[in-house]
T-cell receptor, first 114, second 117 residues
């Protein structure tokens, strides 16, 4: 969805390096999410944020941190990258909508840690 | 806890034949269910969504899914496959057990659909 953008789209880095993945959205949504995708495991939630002052850990937050700089921006950081963080990372957004939000995903960032 | 199982990791069909991608879920609550599609090197696109209204849900590109509570299933179908349908498909259940109004999404492992001429 072109309304959710991620940068960079691809990144190769070395073990121990600090990496930041960025997500921006023009959908006006208040909720943002970071997921990682590994083959055969679907997507797993790393962190989520309901608004600028709200940050919550997901199921696999160890080794990651996030920053919600503005309603439209949500960054994911790997303070010291390790090879098992090699994965496809997705940002998603949603707006509170009745019973269940619909999440809209960005195009993904493919990260390789050597 | 809620979970979702996609029964086939790979499905192969010929162009013009029906598509069936199977999904079973486990839920203690009345679930919300989604199907997303991921084309190669693309993000996830919402195909359709069930939230306790009509049990037969129509989505984009001719796909539909039927919610069957008695079978705890939410299978995705399409009458006639097109080459452009080749992609990975994810069945997703919404976990509504968390506080704060947050609906956590629980993803299946995915089904890769191949369409042959």
């Amino acid at each position: 969805d072109a309304d959710v953008t991620q940068t960079p789209r691809n990144r190769i880095t070395k073990t121990g390096k600090r990496i930041m993945l960025e997500c921006s959205q023009t959908k006006g949504h208040d909720r943002m999410y970071w997921y990682r995708q590994d083959p055969g495991l679907g997507l797993r939630l790393i962190y989520y944020s309901f608004d600028v002052k709200d940050i919550n850990k997901g199921e696999i937050s160890d080794g990651y941190s996030v920053s919600r700089q503005a309603q439209a921006k949500f960054s994911l950081s790997l303070e010291s990258a390790i090879p098992n963080q090699t994965a496809l990372y997705f940002c998603a957004t949603s707006a509170q909508s009745g019973r269940t939000d619909t999440q809209y995903f960005g195009p993904g960032t493919r990260l390789t840690v050597l | 806890a809620q979970s979702v199982t996609q029964l086939d990791s790979h499905v192969s069909v010929s162009e013009g034949t029906p598509v069936l991608l199977r999904c079973n879920y486990s839920s203690s609550y009345s679930p919300s269910l989604f199907w997303y599609v991921q084309h190669p090197n693309k993000g996830l696109q919402l195909l359709l969504k069930y939230t306790s209204a009509a049990t037969l849900v129509k989505g984009i590109n001719g796909f539909e899914a039927e919610f069957k509570k008695s079978e705890t299933s939410f299978h995705l179908t399409k009458p006639s496959a097109h080459m452009s349908d080749a992609a990975e498909y994810f069945c997703v259940v919404s976990d509504q057990t968390l506080s704060g109004g947050y609906n956590k999404l629980i993803f299946g492992a995915g089904t890769r659909l191949a369409v042959h001429p």
